[in-house]
Each structure stands twice: as C-alpha cells, then as structure tokens.
C-alpha cells in the first residue's frame, strides 16, 4: 500500500500562516482547525489512493470485476421474477450485493491495511511529530474512503445498466433510501477499518491478517451466495456483523418488491438496518479512540 506523505502537513502548515498580523511587535498567527486540516487533507489522501495499482484492483475494482463476471456466467440462470413475472438478470440479482460489498472493501480493509502498513514503515510516527491533529488524519481518510466509495458506486451501476441493461429505480424514496444506507454504510466501514488496522502486528501481515475477515463475511452475508439459501443459523450469526445490514439495504432498492418475502422476518426492515449500522458506527468509534496508536506499543 502507499505511504502517506507528510508534504500535505508542510502544505497546510506554511497555508496556515497566511493572513497573519502583527500585534505588540509579534507574528499573530490564524492556526486552522482541526476540521479544516482533515478537509484539506483528503485531496492528499485521495491522490494517493489512485496511485496505489494493487489498491485499485483489491478495493476499487473488485466489486466491479466481480459483477462482470456473475453477469457474464449466470446470464443463463434463473434468479426469480418480479411481480409482473419477468425474470430478474444475474446482473439485477448481483448489483446490490457488488454495492455491499464495495462499501465494506473501499472502507474496512481499505483503510485496515493502508493505516497498518503507515504504522509499520514509519509514515504515522513521522506525522505524530508533525502539526497535525489525529482528528484531521482520520477526517482525512474518512473522505478519501467516501469520494473513492462514490465513485466506485457510480460505476458498478453504470456497468450494470449500460452492460447489462438493468432498470434502475425510478421512485424517489428508493434513492432516498440508498442515499442514507450508503452513507451511514461507508462511514462504519471506514470507521471500522481505522479500529481494524491495530490488529496486525506489520504491514507485511496486514493483508494476511484482514483479507480473510472480509472474504468470510462476504460469503455469509448474501453477498456471493443468496442469503435467503444459508441455514437459519448462519443466517443469524451474519446479522451480527454490518455487512448483512447493507447488502439488505441494498436489495430494497434495486430488487422487486416481492424479494421482501425472502428477508429474514419477511420484511426489508429499514429501522433495522439504520439501527444495526448506527451500533456499528459507534461501537467502531470507541474502539478507535481506546486503541488507535501512531505507533505500535511494542515497536
């Protein structure tokens, strides 16, 4: 993964005495806040994101790949009708489940194994020492995973309705819908990934160590295999977890109707998702702020 370079700290930093005075022979000095370091910062963290190869593949391009190739080799299979008995695509079937996942790769292990191998090659321990707030550093990122998570989300769709023709909604409370899902969705990701990145003891182990979470909770979620289909036990063991949540959020708004009955309780549950992923959001919070270090405690 990339390093982060602490330039954009210099940047800030020198920006950040402009427009000073002087008051009883001394430089009065206009420091930014907080907020506006970690807005100016996301530029910074954003180019750097593109310019990593094997980020692009792993986290910005998996799910679109992924849909690519569900379209392509289930164009034959049959993944239900809608209520007017047309048959719904692989492509219909597989876009909200690629959207789902999309949050949790650009967000979780984005951010999980690009902060894990920052603490391991020395980028944060140099930041530490530098003017900026850890507040800014985790704005920051936040934004780069949501204008990154946007811009992905933008194109699996495109792919899906341009490739592969697939309606999209037309009411606007169902955009409404993915609207809010998707921000609260790529906030607790990204904010779950900050918590995660503690876990690997190096950046060398980072991949090893959060690539497996991720790839288990896609398969248990609903996102490479029908969640209706899984045991009831399995089933319950993925409600746990926030992918399950907006992967269902999802299906609400690009799947027919009548897959409601396919939700566990029958219901799409849209109370339910909001409260899951706001549990989520501030369970990941609290572990950022008892565990995140810019450095390890035992380097």
Do not use: H
């Not at 990122?141 to 909604?169: C, D, E, M, R, S």
């Not at 779950?192 to 182990?205: D, E, H, Q, V």
């Not at 992923?277 to 810019?294: K, N, S, Y």
Request: net charge positive; charged share 15%; proline share 5%.
């Amino acid at each position: 993964m990339s390093k982060v370079s602490t330039s954009g700290v210099r940047a800030v930093s020198a920006g950040s005495t402009s427009g000073s005075g002087s008051t009883n022979g001394r430089n009065n000095v206009k420091r930014p806040s907080a907020l506006t370091l970690g807005a100016r910062r996301i530029g910074y963290e954003v180019k750097a994101y593109f310019r990593q190869k094997d980020g692009l593949v792993f986290t910005f391009g998996f799910p679109i790949i992924m849909l690519l190739i569900f379209s392509v080799a289930f164009s034959e299979g049959g993944f239900g009708q809608d209520a007017d008995g047309n048959d719904v695509s692989a492509a219909a079937y597989y876009l909200p489940a690629m959207l789902a996942a999309g949050l949790l790769l650009s967000g979780v292990q984005n951010l999980a194994v690009d902060i894990a191998t920052e603490k391991s090659d020395g980028t944060l321990k140099r930041l530490a020492g530098s003017p900026l707030p850890m507040m800014s550093y985790f704005v920051g990122k936040i934004g780069q995973v949501f204008v990154t998570g946007v811009l992905q989300a933008v194109l699996i769709i495109a792919v899906a309705a341009l490739a592969f023709g697939v309606a999209l909604p037309n009411e606007p409370a169902k955009w409404a819908t993915f609207a809010w899902v998707f921000v609260l969705g790529i906030v607790t990701s990204a904010v779950l990934g900050i918590a995660l990145s503690g876990l690997p003891r190096s950046g060398k182990s980072a991949t090893a160590v959060v690539i497996p979470i991720v790839l288990l909770l896609q398969f248990i979620s609903g996102v490479y295999l029908p969640f209706s289909q899984l045991p009831d036990w399995l089933q319950n063991v993925a409600s746990a977890f926030p992918l399950k949540w907006m992967a269902q959020g999802m299906r609400n708004v690009f799947l027919p109707e009548n897959f409601e009955a396919l939700e566990m309780g029958g219901a799409w549950d849209l109370p339910g998702i909001g409260l899951w992923l706001g549990v989520w959001l501030v369970a990941g919070l609290v572990l950022c702020r008892l565990t995140f270090r810019w450095i390890r405690k035992d380097s």
